[in-house]
């Protein structure tokens, strides 16, 4: 699966588009995040929270489509557009 990062995410990993195996036939949202910070441990300390779930201020969108944490276990496909946003403000 494909990840697109934004602003100091990629940063962290390295690059702002990053690819990512997710060992199972039917992935998830949290199978591709798993394997995200599997592959690229520093994100972890970024996107998630201290019990390990997704961080309150990054935003996770499949397909344009905002995925709330609550929802991390909406089914994706090959060619789905995964993206990761940290919080932005303006001034």
Do not use: C, K
């Amino acid at each position: 699966m494909e990840w697109q990062l934004f602003a100091d995410l990629s940063e962290v990993a390295g690059d702002d588009t990053v690819t990512v195996a997710v060992p199972t036939d039917d992935p998830t949202v949290q199978d591709a995040l798993d394997a995200l910070v599997a592959d690229y441990p520093a994100l972890g300390d970024r996107v998630l929270a201290a019990d390990g779930s997704l961080a309150a201020h990054v935003n996770v969108l499949v397909n344009g489509v905002t995925v709330d944490a609550d929802d991390l276990d909406t089914a994706i496909a090959a060619g789905d557009e995964l993206a990761m946003f940290p919080p932005v403000s303006g001034g």
